[in-house]
């Protein structure tokens, strides 16, 4: 079976830092792009970060200069440190990956989700 498992998620104070993790698992070949979105109540999903296979990243402009994505290509692993943390940067964060089965391409995988609240 393959999914995705986010962790790290939890309460920080503003300006606090998180950071958050997501393995892939399962009969995996390669991992294409990962990434990790957003969705804060009564907001719809956004991206917040992604990564290629080759490391070029991708960040929203809410995020730029506070939160860095990395991503460990040998463990499937996606992780997301974010630093100087505002109360509206509160919200579900989902973990999302475009993989190489050995059966065909899976698009679009998501995680399960981890909250993040942050407090003023």
């Known amino acids: 079976q393959v999914q995705l498992v986010e962790s790290g998620g939890g309460l920080v104070q503003a300006g606090g830092s998180l950071r958050l993790s997501c393995a892939a698992s399962g009969s995996i070949v390669s991992v294409d792009t990962m990434g990790w979105y957003r969705q804060a109540p009564g907001h719809q999903r956004e991206l917040v970060a992604s990564?290629?296979?080759?490391?070029?990243?991708n960040y929203a402009d809410a995020v730029k200069g506070r939160f860095t994505v990395s991503r460990d290509n040998a463990k499937n692993t996606i992780g997301l440190q974010m630093n100087s943390l505002k109360p509206e940067d509160t919200a579900v964060y989902y973990c999302?990956?475009?993989?190489?089965?050995?059966?065909?391409?899976?698009?679009?995988?998501w995680g399960q989700g981890t909250q993040v609240t942050v407090s003023s």
């Open positions: 999302n990956a475009d993989l190489q089965m050995t059966w065909g391409r899976l698009k679009g995988l």
């Open positions: 990564i290629t296979s080759d490391g070029r990243t």
